[in-house]
Each structure stands twice: as C-alpha cells, then as structure tokens.
C-alpha cells in the first residue's frame, strides 16, 4: 500500500470507531430513557421526526467519509453529491420499507422476527438489484465458466463486488475495472475464489449465520425491554436502539468468525494451481484495505486479515470453521434491523455502494 492508503485507512479508521461510537451511546441513551418504567408513549409524528434527525447526523459523518477521507482515485465533490443523495435516498426508502415490515410484523405476532426474516429475504435475495437502486450501478453479464458472472462499474477502489444469492442460482459479481486491468491469470484467481464460495454454500451458510445472530438479538431485546406490552411505535424505536447495540457486539465478534473464509479460499485456489500469492499481494494495494499491524484491531474491525497474516497461513488450515462472510454479510443484513451500522463502519461510510457490497476477498 501507498503511504497516502496507509493514512487514509487510519483515519477512517477513527472515523468509523466514532461513527459506530456516536449510535451506540444514542442508542443506549434513548433506552434508558424511553425503556424506563412509567416513560411516555410515543407517537408516529415523534417517531418520523426522530428518524429524519438521524438521517441528518450520519450525513454529517458521510460527508466528512465519502468527500475527504477517501483513497485514490479521488472524485469531484459534485460527483459525490449527486451519488451520495441517491443512495441516501434509496437507502432511507429501504430503512422506511422495513420500518412497515416490522410494524405489521410486531401488530400480528408481537414481536420483530417475522419482520426480520422476511426483511433479510428480500435483501439478500435482491442485492443486485439493491445495488443499482442505491447507487445508480448497472450489472452487466460478464462471459466466465460456471456460475453466472456479472460486472458492475463501480469508480469506488474498495468496491469488490461479492456474490449475489445462495444455492444453485447463486452469481458471482465482480467490479467492472478489474475486468479489464486485471491480467487473465488474476482474473481467473479472483473468480475461482468465488465459485469455491458457492460450490462450498458459503452464501447461504453467511446469511444463516447472520440471520441467526440476528434472530437473537431480537429475542433477547423482546424480553429485556418487554417489548410486547408496548405500543408499536415505542416498541420500534426500542427496537431499532437496542439492535444498534446488539449489532455493536457482533462487529467486535463476528470479524474473527469471518477471517477462516479468506484463509479457506487462499489454500483452495492455491491447491487448484492458481497464484494466490500474487493476489493476496495485490488485492490491498487495489482496494487500500491491508489489516492493521495491531493485533486487537486486526481481530475486531478486520474480517479480511492483512496480506502478511494471508501469506503465513497459507499452509495451514484455518482454525476455525468455515460459515462464509459472515461480518460483512450481517452489515448489509443491519439494515433489516433498523438500524445505521451498514453505513457507519470504516470502510463503508460515505461510500454508498458499499452500504450494499462491503469489501470482501
């Protein structure tokens, strides 16, 4: 990596932790205040208002993410603007379509986890086509062996594409530069790490994964906060708070559950005969994501271990078991649970095509 990537992934880095930082000390503050024994009931109006103040704040730290801490190459502040208020926009009438799903789900069951699962269906199943509505980028079918491969012409570094759905109909999404600046022996490493992922389930078992944690967290708040003698619009906000902070525990846990896949795909493609040297040295300087040399920081906001860490483990089975991209996966799924950690953490916020594809390798 450049020096200037070095500096650019540290201070999102700070970015991130205070971005993060900010929802959970709000969220924690609207639980002690609105989950307290004899507080007021609270209104739709009250409700409304509380989330446009919210969109208003994350755009303070978007602004300061998407326009001044990005890395190379740099986009005008027009370009940015324009991009950033569509995916604010399309962002929001996703937050807004869940908010219904979760209001019907807790009016006929008394609780959110109907409205979870359905919410986390649609998400994962139609992330492709979530992707364009948010960021305005079409994906086009890209000629490759095996599963369907399609491109996206993403102008974001950190931009990885990923894969899209589970099971036989599962497609493979790759970022539309590195179609072309890639050689033909990288490129194929880059797919073949893919198609391992799908051949070995590591989409579908991610989003279980994560719809589980999530499930329970659900579960656990429901009881807690005793969210089923409440009004619906009281038991959202407490919802939306309290999932904010149980999100909070699974970006501090599920990063080190998450690294045994980027371990697993290094020794398949390598076992394949493909160069997975080559492209763990690559891979950072592309996207500017290269770990922390801090061990602690390397485990809590790093699911893709740095390129070092990559290489001394190439000839070791991972340690732990292998359940996909589970991290990056529930921050997309964050979104089905009311909440803004999708777009908070270090890599994502200000950046709206990754509030959709985080990074992932």
């Known amino acids: 990596m450049t ?28 639980l002690a205040w609105f989950a307290a024994p004899g507080a ?45 208020v569509r995916g604010v926009a399309a ?20 609780g959110f986890c109907v409205g979870v699962v359905a919410s986390s269906l649609g998400l994962f199943l139609f992330r492709r086509q979530i992707l364009r509505l948010v960021s305005g980028l079409p994906a086009r079918p890209f000629l490759s062996a ?35 600046d ?3 022996a990288e490129l194929q490493t880059v797919i073949q790490r893919r198609v391992w992922e799908i051949k070995n389930n590591l989409p579908a078992r991610s989003f279980l994964f994560a719809l589980s944690w999530n499930l329970a967290g659900c579960r656990v708040g429901s009881l ?5 003698n409440r009004l619906p619009e009281s038991a959202m906000l407490l919802q939306g708070c309290w999932m904010t902070v149980w999100g909070f525990l699974g970006l501090l846990i599920l990063p080190t559950v998450s690294r045994s896949s980027v371990f697993g795909a290094d020794r398949a493609t390598a076992a394949q005969g493909f160069d997975s040297i080559a492209w763990i040295q690559r891979f950072p300087k592309m996207t500017g994501e290269d770990g922390n040399p ?9 699911p893709i271990p740095s390129a070092q860490e990559r290489l001394d483990c190439l000839e070791r089975s991972p340690v732990l078991p292998i359940f996909g991209n589970v991290a990056r996966t529930n921050l997309f799924l964050s979104l089905a649970t009311l909440t803004f950690l999708g777009r908070c953490v270090h890599c994502n916020v200000g950046r709206p095509e990754l509030w959709v594809f985080p990074p992932s390798d």
């Open 3 to 30: 020096d200037y990537q070095i500096k650019t992934a540290r201070r999102r880095l700070v970015l991130g932790i205070s971005n993060v930082g900010f929802w959970v000390l709000a969220s924690l503050g609207c």
């Open 40 to 84: 007021a009931a609270i209104s739709p109006t009250y409700l409304v208002g509380l989330m446009l103040v919210a969109v208003g704040v994350q755009a303070c730290f978007d602004g300061v993410g998407g326009a001044f801490l990005m890395p190379a190459p740099l986009v005008e502040f027009g370009v940015f603007l324009r991009r950033w």
């Open 91 to 110: 962002h929001t009438t996703l937050l807004c379509a869940v908010g219904g799903l979760s209001y019907w789900s807790f009016r006929l069951t008394e």
């Open 146 to 180: 095996g599963p369907a491969c399609w491109s996206a012409d993403s102008s974001d570094p950190s931009f990885t594409g990923g894969t899209c759905g589970m099971g036989s109909t599962a497609m493979i999404l790759l970022p539309g530069p590195w179609t072309s």
């Open 182 to 184: 890639l050689n033909a």
């Open 224 to 228: 807690l906060l005793e969210l089923p």
């Open 294 to 302: 801090k061990t602690l920081l390397q485990r809590v906001f790093y």
